[in-house]
């Protein structure tokens, strides 16, 4: 096995985005709970404080005259002493009755002789009267230092209504809730990156033990719009058949390519009968096989499409059949049909349909009977090509019987959805029971790697 991690064939940009738009809610859920948390802590561990201003001026003791910048920013720094002063704050106590509970400072306003004072405490009412006991009784203490200077109040001071601080979480809580949503996206990435997958189809062939036959790319289904009719009974679900005139050329066009590959490799060895599988479930595997069995009918070989899966029958539902268009595959296998009698010939994609529409009782005792040889050395008299579609490796061993039955085996794998060491396990179990691996049909890729130039059309 070639193990290339973080190769820049492995990675791309679309492949991460498509996955952080995937899960969404996760990114939205983180930023909420951010959201919720920074407000819920800040609010619990937030304590207000109340801050009373006065804006003052230096007058020189004995006259009208003011002081000048230059003095004025000199005797700030001694009035700021004086205010913080333990003298004054004594006095402030004594004054008012209480402990002056907070800070108070001064400061000079720029390019002015003005100067504010401003006192800092728990309470409105703390603060005001805090700062009105130091207006009252600053001159005691002064009056040891400045003999020649007073302070003028300008503006008085008034009782604080709203607090003057903010709690840094709430205050911050958006920007706390955008850098969780950045960490939810960036952990889905990584997890992304850290997935042992096949992210692009330019690394599948440095990463997957066999040939890739080639790259179906991720087509989006189309509306109905009434072009389709409905079975009675169940809806009506668009096909992604090449034929159709509902999907894109880009998705024909590469399934075709595909089918052409294949049929060479068939032919080559001269082989009629292919099983089509994949690992795991919704990889594609029953939109493939019915679409390699309708370019090899247009390639003009005579086709037959089996639905193999006993368990999860789909085509019925790919080619809008009901149960009462017909008999079931296991109708056949189980001695009470023949081939020729639930076999149905389409007029429109040429093929022979044998498909099951319900889930079988006891599918492996079915596929481990006398009936599934005779049924295909029976058809192998009458078709160039046998086209078997069947459950996955990994839900059921039913894949596994039918190897033992069939020519050859192609692996489906879609985008970022198995894990490469158990597909290069599964080949070496198709190697060991069928003796030959066709090789692997990238299903449903969106996008290019890192590395290459050029842009995929995404289906319409």
Request: contains cysteine.
């Amino acid at each position: 096995m070639k193990q290339q991690r973080f190769n820049l064939n492995e990675i791309s940009w679309q492949g991460i985005g498509l996955q952080i738009l995937k899960y969404w809610w996760i990114v939205v859920a983180w930023a909420v709970a951010a959201f919720l948390g920074a407000t819920g802590i800040g609010s619990l561990t937030y304590t207000p404080q109340y801050t009373a201003s006065a804006t003052l001026v230096i007058r020189m003791a004995g006259s009208d005259a003011y002081t000048s910048l230059v003095q004025t920013t000199q005797m700030t720094a001694v009035y700021s002493e004086i205010f913080q002063s333990s003298a004054l704050r004594s006095l402030v106590s004594e004054s008012t009755g209480e402990e002056a509970a907070g800070t108070i400072s001064c400061s000079q306003i720029s390019e002015t002789n003005l100067l504010v004072l401003s006192a800092t405490s728990p309470t409105p009412r703390q603060a005001y009267l805090f700062i009105h006991a130091a207006l009252q009784n600053y001159e005691q203490v002064a009056g040891y230092v400045f003999t020649n200077a007073a302070l003028e109040i300008v503006q008085e001071p008034s009782v604080p209504e709203t607090p003057s601080n903010a709690s840094f979480l709430i205050s911050h809580r958006v920007e706390l809730a955008c850098l969780a949503a950045v960490a939810a996206a960036g952990l889905i990435a990584l997890i992304y990156l850290l997935r042992y997958t096949v992210k692009t189809a330019d690394s599948a062939a440095s990463l997957l033990d066999g040939t890739v036959l080639g790259t179906v790319q991720f087509e989006k289904r189309q509306g109905m719009r009434g072009r389709r009719r409905r079975a009675k009974g169940r809806k009506g679900v668009p096909a992604l058949l090449l034929n159709s005139p509902l999907v894109s050329m880009d998705f024909a066009e590469t399934s075709r390519r595909m089918a052409t590959r294949l049929e060479a490799h068939l032919r080559h060895k001269k082989l009629q009968i292919l099983l089509v599988t994949s690992v795991e479930e919704n990889e594609g595997k029953s939109t493939v096989a019915a679409n390699v069995a309708v370019a090899l009918a247009e390639h003009g070989s005579r086709v037959a499409l089996l639905d193999g899966d006993l368990r999860k029958p789909a085509q019925y539902k790919i080619f809008d059949k009901a149960s009462k268009d017909g008999f079931s595959l296991s109708d056949v296998l189980a001695g009470r049909k023949t081939w020729k009698e639930a076999a149905v010939y389409n007029e429109k994609t040429h093929i022979w349909e044998l498909f099951q529409y319900k889930s079988a009782a006891q599918p492996g005792s079915l596929l481990n009977g006398a009936q599934l040889p005779a049924l295909l050395e029976a058809l192998r008299d009458k078709m160039d090509v046998i086209v078997v579609d069947c459950s996955p490796i990994a839900v059921a061993a039913d894949a596994e019987i039918w190897m033992h039955h069939v020519d050859s085996v192609a692996l489906v794998v879609r985008q970022d959805m198995a894990d490469v060491r158990v597909i290069n396990d599964a080949v070496d179990l198709i190697w060991k029971s069928t003796g030959d691996f066709s090789g692997f049909i990238l299903n449903a890729f969106q996008q290019k790697s890192l590395r290459s130039s050029g842009q995929d059309r995404y289906g319409a």
